[in-house]
């Protein structure tokens, strides 16, 4: 069994790209409602949080664990990757992947406040820094998604304006796939990058590597506050092939 989690249904994001390339396996997600958001919690208190979910995930007997959340991979991937033999595999924002394709390019990098002022996400930066990089740290917006607020239209317009005339968006927040629409209405028809295709790609790798048996692709969904809303969302997000 692998297991999978976010702070909410984000990282649902990243488990699409995961069933393109795995589909037949266990999955298990669980999505951590309860103490969502993760983007403004100090470093202690998401390694406390996210160590509880990992033992919770290798209880239940899963062999590799998918950290689906970008801040909680920045802040959190060293202690859980020292606390835990198992295989983790983190997203990331996907800096690299702008840097290999588009070097030539103006780029905007969103994410959480928590992402852009973790140690690894600076060192991300200035390794694959192109000199035409801006950062928004995107405070609240991953709220707002998880909520399916109303408000996202105007979060967007108000706090993206100034970026106009950029050609990549690096999405650094595995909630912010579900509104590359919505991104567009302000900042006109720019390119997506994200850390998601990389994920399943190792995903892939570990489970050959370790010979897990296949299966029949049996999905387990938990809300960590046990949300019914969460799972309608899960569910739709998942079937809808527009992310
Ligand atoms: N999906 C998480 C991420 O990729 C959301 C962060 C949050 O809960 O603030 O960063």
Do not use: W
């Not at 996210?50 to 991979?73: E, R």
């Not at 983790?88 to 994410?111: C, F, G, H, R, W």
């Not at 909630?175 to 720019?190: R, S």
Request: aromatic letters at 10%.
């Amino acid at each position: 069994m692998i297991g999978i989690f976010d702070s909410g249904i984000g990282g649902v994001t990243v488990f699409k790209e995961i069933l393109k390339l795995t589909p037949n396996y266990k999955y298990i997600y669980y999505s951590d409602s309860l103490n969502n958001p993760y983007g403004d919690k100090s470093k202690e208190e998401l390694i406390e949080i996210v160590k509880n979910i990992c033992k919770y995930l290798v209880n239940k007997g899963c062999k590799v664990i998918v950290i689906a959340c970008n801040t909680a991979s920045a802040i959190c991937k060293d202690a859980l990757r020292e606390e835990f033999d198992i295989p983790i595999i983190a997203v990331e924002p996907a800096l690299k992947m702008v840097y290999d394709n588009d070097y030539q390019e103006s780029t905007l990098i969103m994410a959480t406040y928590g992402t852009t002022h973790a140690d690894r996400f600076k060192e991300l930066y200035q390794k694959f820094d192109n000199h035409k990089m801006q950062i928004c740290d995107c405070v609240g917006l991953a709220d707002l998604i998880e909520r399916n607020s109303s408000k996202i239209n105007e979060y967007l317009e108000n706090n993206l304006k100034k970026y106009r005339g950029v050609k990549n968006v690096v999405l650094g927040c595995t909630h912010y796939p579900l509104i590359k629409e919505e991104i567009k209405e302000v900042l006109g028809n720019v390119k997506f990058y994200d850390g998601s295709r990389g994920v399943a790609k190792r995903l892939k790798e570990v489970l050959e590597s370790l010979n897990i048996e296949e299966s029949n692709g049996e999905i387990e969904f938990i809300d960590s506050s046990n949300n019914e809303f969460k799972k309608e969302r899960f569910y739709q997000i998942l079937g809808n092939n527009k992310t």
